[in-house]
């Protein structure tokens, strides 16, 4: 299923095929949450600007509509009109943060609704039985993400038994594809890695979960308060451990500059909602780094966000309309400066794949890096 193309030092240019199409990596996941973008973007919209996979989560599509509710329209390729891959996170990290009061037993976790308060339990097999009705293409295994200021004991005890709960998630996706009602038989199952940013646990888990042969490899609960450097450095610990023939995935991660050092790491896919969470904020992302549209210094500039993008924001629309729509409070502002991150997300991981093609990632990297760095904005 997973092809390795070419390496660059660590950086892996790979292709995973799917049930749903062809996935061209590295790769960032456009984040649908709830099965949608948020900022009105449309499944035509992202497939204009350049967009492989779409990412939604188990947890809210469960309390919001009900997974038995998108099994029965067909799953979720056809509730959203999108032919293309999904994956679904496992709502594991959405239990753990979300949910207020909880009860972490070894059958699973038992919750409250964030929106209605209902008493909700999920464990392992449960989140396979979600993902399984929402027949994503790539689900996630259901696992404990522990606080980054947790202790080593907990640590230790939680990702043991984030294992456990691998191994009954591993053998329910085999049971329930092979059920004869089963909406996609051919669903992938990844794995995730846990341990806080202890070394020697990480690469203890990373050992344990690769021993298992599942489609690919997450690397979870970084993004959560730890420094960069600490990030980088449990990402050269673990991904060695896991099998170089099997996608590699940063969960929940990041800036530009955050995907460019994880893939020159050897991380294959990425997901984030810094690009349509700063988009409706105005934030939007250039080469020569981020730009404000609230700033008044916008009010009379007839230039497109950035010049040469062909996004559907740049190729139509100056910062003054953007900037007017935004302090409007018109949806069009969000949706345009949407539009645009995503764009410009889809954009770096192409010109990543090229420069990993022609042997020239980490020019390309120091170059991209320094350019955000330089500009940020400042005279834009």
């Not at 469960?62 to 799953?75: E, S, T």
């Not at 456990?164 to 996706?173: D, G």
């Not at 502002?333 to 020239?360: D, P, Q, S, W």
Request: net charge positive; charged share 25%; proline share 4%.
């Amino acid at each position: 299923m997973y092809e390795l193309l070419k390496k660059d030092g660590a950086a892996k240019r790979g292709r995973l095929k799917t049930v749903h199409g062809v996935i061209e990596t590295p790769v960032f996941m456009n984040v649908g949450t709830a099965a949608a973008i948020k900022g009105a973007v449309a499944a035509t919209d992202l497939k204009e600007i350049g967009t492989q996979v779409e990412l939604s989560n188990t947890y809210h599509l469960h309390v919001r509509p009900g997974d038995k509710v998108v099994k029965k329209l067909g799953g979720l390729q056809k509730f959203m009109a999108w032919d293309r891959p999904i994956l679904t996170d496992s709502g594991g990290f959405q239990v753990f943060s979300l949910a207020g009061l909880r009860k972490i037993k070894e059958e699973g976790v038992y919750f409250h609704s964030h929106i209605d308060g209902r008493k909700i339990f999920m464990g392992p097999e449960e989140s396979m039985q979600i993902q399984s009705n929402l027949a994503s293409t790539i689900a996630m295994a259901f696992d404990e993400c522990p606080p980054s200021v947790a202790d080593r004991d907990y640590i230790e005890r939680s990702v043991d038994r984030t294992t456990r709960w691998l191994v009954r998630c591993k053998a329910e996706m085999e049971r329930l594809n092979h059920l004869p009602d089963t909406l996609n038989p051919r669903q992938l199952l990844f794995g995730i890695n846990q341990g806080g940013v202890y070394g020697d646990i990480r690469i203890r888990h990373a050992r344990e979960i690769a021993s298992l042969d599942l489609d690919g490899y997450a690397v979870g609960g970084l993004a959560v308060g730890e420094s960069h450097e600490e990030m980088y450095r449990v990402l050269e610990a673990v991904v060695p451990r896991l099998p170089e023939n099997k996608p590699a995935y940063l969960m929940g991660v990041g800036t530009p500059e955050n995907i460019l050092e994880a893939v020159d790491r050897g991380i294959d896919f990425f997901d984030c909602v810094y690009p349509s969470r700063n988009g409706r904020h105005g934030h939007v992302y250039t080469n020569r780094g981020k730009l404000n549209l609230f700033n008044a210094k916008y009010e009379l500039d007839m230039r497109p966000i950035e010049e040469g993008c062909r996004c559907p924001a740049c190729r139509s629309y100056s910062r003054a309309y953007i900037r007017h729509l935004l302090k409007a409070k018109e949806m069009l502002g969000m949706r345009l400066c949407v539009l645009h991150n995503l764009y410009f997300y889809n954009t770096m991981m192409a010109e990543i794949r090229k420069a990993i093609e022609e042997g020239g990632y980490k020019e390309y990297k120091t170059e991209k890096i320094a350019g955000m760095r330089q500009g940020n904005g400042a005279e834009l």
